[in-house]
């Protein structure tokens, strides 16, 4: 069974754009969660989507977005990029809300 | 809010040697408990995790951790390492229910030496 899948794996950008980061979960997984990683904060939680509808959010701006769509793939959108937006961005996907979460190798996100 | 943290950013260790990894967590509530591992460039690998039962839960690899209510740990074991366990470990929380979100502490990064 594959793992979950994103795309793209780097992505260099720079300050103003947007970006779109797409994300294909476990096949049958219908919970997508995704994280931002970065030095100084670590890991932290974005958002949780289910059949398609967000669940849960974190402690972002506006400018951070998501949404999934009925085949459960999900993708995130950062409008007006800026420097601090450069991470490592995380995808999960769980059966059900409140299972394990199943990682993806990640996109690497360079805002110049 | 919930909250992990993980005392030691780096720890150092022989090959052969034991390794014990430290998290204490804050959580009202019996929390759910995970230990992943992250390889340079890679994703998180999910190595364990506690939900409920015998405070002692095996992972893959080798690794064990504990759950010790009293002190809010959930210590990261493994009886002897190998050069292939040198990553960073992160420790994670997750409330159940409709809230359901991991929080992760800072992380470990664990270096092993020949």
């Known amino acids: 069974k594959a793992g979950v899948t994103q795309t793209p794996r780097y992505l260099i950008k720079t300050r103003g754009q947007q970006v779109t980061l797409s994300c294909s979960p476990i096949?049958?997984?219908?919970?997508v969660s995704w994280y931002q990683q970065t030095p100084g904060q670590g890991l932290q939680f974005l958002f949780e989507y289910f059949s398609e509808t967000q669940r849960n959010k974190g402690n972002f701006p506006g400018r951070f977005s998501g949404r999934q769509f009925s085949n459960s793939r999900s993708e995130m959108n950062v409008s007006t990029l800026e420097l601090g937006d450069s991470a490592l961005y995380l995808c999960?996907?769980?059966?059900?809300?409140?299972?394990?979460?199943?990682f993806g190798a990640g996109t690497r996100l360079s805002v110049l | 809010a919930q909250s992990v943290t993980q005392p030691d950013i780096h720890i150092t260790v022989s090959e052969g040697a034991s390794l014990e990894l430290r998290c204490n967590y804050s959580y009202g509530a019996t929390p759910y408990l995970f230990w992943y591992v992250q390889s340079p460039g890679q994703g998180l690998q999910l190595l364990l995790k506690?939900?409920?039962?015998?405070?002692l839960v095996q992972g893959i690899k080798g690794f064990e951790a504990e759950f010790k209510r009293s002190q809010s740990s959930f210590n990261l074991r493994k009886p002897s390492v190998h050069w292939s366990d040198a990553a960073e470990y992160f420790c994670?929380?997750?409330?159940?229910?409709?809230?359901?979100?991991?929080?992760f502490g800072k992380g470990t990064l664990l270096t092993v030496n020949p």
């Open positions: 506690y939900f409920s039962g015998d405070t």
């Open positions: 994670a929380v997750a409330e159940g229910g409709s809230n359901y979100k991991l929080t």
């Open positions: 999960a996907s769980s059966s059900l809300p409140g299972d394990i979460q199943y």
């Open positions: 096949s049958g997984h219908r919970s």
